[in-house]
């Protein structure tokens, strides 16, 4: 008996190739026969439609993984005094990397941070660098700006290499006043920056990520008022912004945000909690922060609760100043 088959592919790219057959009896009108034969064609096309689908949710499912990746964020903290050596092991449970002060930090007169490298590595923590810059009361008359950005660089530079940091780590200059900076604190920072890459160090700059109202109206946020006055140099941005949202408050999530979801697309780490709460900024985040005001590291300690400042970053070792691994 004589017998009429039709033969439909479509391919779906790296998914395969598939067919359907139809056979038409001899006995079948034309009619019955493209009757049948358009059936099988939006059945195949549906069947293709399906493998198209599936091919882009795995295509999208690979790329959200690989952004996932490249996008983990690691919780740390700082203060500006030592926490001590005992509570180390504690404060390594919750956080990957540590602030090391190179100098006084603001509001002290001495710092205990020095000689204190070593333990905090063989902890397991990385580093956050820091050296406490000028304010704008001690620039602002010198005439020497840049002189004594220069002079801070080497001070800086010279102290990290004897705490044992590597060529290379990123020192972040503390710029503790916020808004616009002016002529002499640009000269100042700029100059600093130039010296600490001279000397074989690289540069960062710990500043506001929330946007200042000037008296004219105009908005403007420290790192990015940097950020557009640094020419081709080389940065790293540690921002700080500790109202909610976008910060989750003295809270350490499960999965920490990135820097970026600060408001500052190029930050590289983002200091989210700071003891004590600044209510004029931070009010909105009143219920997760204690009674009297403090964010306290999530473990239990020995003795006194120990208060900290909260940040997350794009590395586990913001500074890049271990000199082995953890």
Known sequence: MCRRRARWCISAGRLGTSCFSVRARGGLSWRKWLLLEWAAMKKLLAVAALLSLLGVLADSMRMLESAGESAVSYIGYDRNEYPGDERLKDLRATFSYSSYWLNNPPGTKVNNWVGKRSKLEAAGFGFVVLF???????????????????????????AAGREGFPAQTIIFLDQEEGGRLLPEQKAYLFAWVDEVRRSGFRAGVYCSGIAAREKNGASVMTAEDVRQNAGVRDIAYWVTNDACPPSPGCAVPRR???????????????????????????????RSYSADGNCYAPRSFSGQPLYVDLNTATSPDPSHGRTREP
């Open 132 to 158: 406490n810059g000028r304010l704008y009361r001690e620039l602002e008359n010198s005439g020497r700006a840049s002189e004594l950005g220069e002079a801070d660089a080497l001070t800086a530079v010279r």
């Open 256 to 286: 920490p945000p990135s820097p970026s979801a600060s408001g500052v697309p190029f930050a590289d780490v983002w200091q989210f909690a700071q003891s004590p709460q600044r209510k004029d900024v931070a009010g909105g985040c009143v």
